[in-house]
């Protein structure tokens, strides 16, 4: 029996989007494939205009700050004081008709019906910290199933409140990240009581949350993560993938290593940067990815003239890097870098699934990734795992794949089965195994 379904969605309108985004679009289809009447809610900048409902399209996708700064800080400071005792409204989104989407040209299409809850991240910050409490989200229809994508203290009352963690890495490795430690144990504390059930993306994310906090083993479940690489993008020849991205990057077809992710201190650039260096590989190290937070010192490796050199290409003289960052590319262009590469290298301190990997076995390229936290659960034998902490460990993986044929032709084999086991539909029947519990 179809049941309503609302699930928090707002990172899938971030510009340049995240695993979350991919995450929450996952969860989105394998809902509706169970058959339920699937509803999104996201975060609003400012209240929709009922009056004009054209306008309030427009406006959903301004890029600018919305409204005037004083009032803005003003109405801050009201629900840092006061909080939103009686719950959030949610008005209903317009459906696109008229803004083009910047990847087609067309009128953006919204699969899902659509609500809006004003600042709905920070305003369940402000509630939060005011009381110490869930933020409840009011919503015109009977919700049967909330299911909260990221560690969201909000709830819909009378419905079942699941909630997705991914990690807990700002309690893990505090120093990696700016987020308020206080506020961040706190609300994932107050999620954990009064959730109905708990999602994680791994294993190690599960047991992590099992060592910091109180919970019953049948309140949290596994479903892992999964990606549903298109399909056009696996069925292009390996000439035209090479001809794309030489056109666009000057990249030569399997001549390059890659890395997916922000810079960031998690992610480990800078002793991987170190490593290929060492190595002597002379292929080109390429870093896909936007600025995250304590990046100095990674971009002040990555700038470092020893990776400058220049080329006369028999017209022009020009400027050639062993190591390119790229800050942002749409995701079919980076389904194809990642077809190209050599290998995706992944040699992170923590990640609590750890994408890049299984979109490189999706798509038949060699992995390097490392031992920590949830990557070897994801690697399985698909991979060749490296101590992160060690700069000699990451160095003679990249030295070894590049130089062992044989070697990445049994990782892209094994990669190939290994993706079988994080496939959409598997993903989905982890779901229908926890909504079951609450709605049938």
Known sequence: MPRNVLIEAHAIMLKQGTGIATYARNVTSAASGLGHNVELLIGLEQKIDRQEALLAEVELYDVEMKGPQRLRDLSRAVSWTIGFPGGIGTQTVPNPRIVLDPKTGSPIERRHPTIGA????????????????????LTSRQTDLFHVTRPTPAYVKGAANIYTIHDIVPLRLPYTTLDNKRYYFKSIQEIIKKADHIITVSDHTKHDIQEFFDIEEDRITTTWQSVAVPDYIISMSDADIARDIENRYGLVFQEYFLFLGAVEPKKNISRMVEAYVASGVA????????????????????????????????????????????????????????????????????????LPILEAMQLGTPVITSTASSLPEVAGDAAVLV????????????????????????????????????????????LRAVYSKYIG
């Open 283 to 354: 292929k080109p190290l390429v870093l896909v990815g936007g600025l995250g937070w304590q990046y100095d010192r990674d971009l002040e490796i990555m700038d470092d003239e020893l990776f400058r050199s220049w080329r006369f290409d028999g017209s022009h003289i020009r400027v050639e890097r062993r190591v390119q960052r790229l800050p942002y590319v749409p995701q079919a262009t980076l389904f194809a870098l990642i077809r190209g590469a050599r290998a995706v290298i992944l040699p992170s301190l923590y990640e609590g699934f750890g």
């Open 387 to 430: 101590d992160p902490y060690r700069i000699d460990s990451i160095r003679d993986a990249i030295r070894t794949i590049d130089a062992d044929a044989d070697l990445r032709s049994a990782l892209i084999a094994r990669g190939h089965k290994r993706a079988e086991f994080f496939s959409p539909e598997r993903h989905e029947e982890r």
């Open 118 to 137: 004003l600042r709905l991240w920070e305003n369940a910050f402000l509630h939060f910290n005011r009381f110490g409490r869930r933020l409840k989200i």
